[in-house]
C-alpha cells in the first residue's frame, strides 16, 4: 500500500515517513536534553506534586521558590547549584522530610507558573503518585505478636491507604495511596517495613 504500481510513493506516504524521521529526531532530542540536565549517573529530582514532565517542568519553573515557602512541613528543598540546568528547581527528599500531602495542596496552589499544576483541580490528589511504596510483612512487629500501628496513625491519608487489620497488622492499598513516604519513615523497624520508589505523577 505504500506505493503506486509503478513503485513510487504516492504524497500521503511520503508524509506519514517525513513524520516518522520527525517524531524520531525529536525523541532523540528530547533523551538528549534529558540526559544533560537530569544525567543518567544521578537519580532524578522527585519533583513536589502536580509537578508537569521533567522538560517541561524546567521550561515552566523560574525558580521562585514560592512552592517551598508555603509547604507547611518544609518538605520541599530547593536544588543546590550542583545540579547545573535544575539548580534552584524544588524537589523533594522523603528520608529527610516527606510530603505531608496536604489536601489542598498550597505548593500547587502558590505556584505562579503552571509548573505546578492539576490538570483537573478538583481532582486534587486523585491522579498524584510521587512513588510507589511496598509493604515488607517479615520486617514488620506485629507479624511477630508485638502490637504497633505507628504507621497507620501517620498516613495522612488515612485507612483509604493504609488501614490495620483486626489483628493490628497494616493493609497497605495501594489504589488510595500517594506515595508520600511518610509510612516509610514512620515505621519503627530499621530498615523500614516500607520501601519507597520515586513514581511517575
Ligand atoms: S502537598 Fe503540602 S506537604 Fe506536600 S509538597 Fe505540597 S505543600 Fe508540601
Ligand atoms: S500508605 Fe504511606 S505512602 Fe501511602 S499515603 Fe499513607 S503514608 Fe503515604
Ligand atoms: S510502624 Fe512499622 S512495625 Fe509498626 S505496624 Fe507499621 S509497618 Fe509494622
Known sequence: MGANPKGVFQEGDRRGFMRAGLDRWVQRLVEETTERVTPASRTPRQRPPGALPELGFLAACTRCGECARFCPPEAIRLAPGEDGLAAGTPYIDPRLQP???????????????????????????????????????????????????????????????????????????????????????????????????????
Do not use: K, N
Open 99 to 201: 510530603c505531608t500531602a496536604c489536601p489542598d495542596l498550597p505548593c500547587v496552589e502558590a505556584c505562579p507558573t503552571g509548573a505546578l499544576s492539576l490538570a483537573d483541580a478538583a481532582a486534587g490528589w486523585r491522579d498524584i503518585r510521587l512513588g510507589e511504596v511496598e509493604f515488607h510483612p517479615e520486617r514488620c512487629v506485629t507479624f511477630q505478636g508485638v502490637s504497633c500501628g505507628v504507621c497507620a496513625t501517620a498516613c495522612p491519608v488515612g485507612p483509604s491507604a493504609l488501614a490495620l487489620d483486626d489483628e493490628g497488622r497494616p493493609v497497605l492499598r495501594r489504589e488510595g495511596c500517594v506515595g508520600c513516604g511518610v509510612c516509610v519513615r514512620a515505621c519503627i523497624t530499621a530498615p523500614s517495613s516500607f520501601d519507597l520508589t520515586y513514581g511517575d505523577q
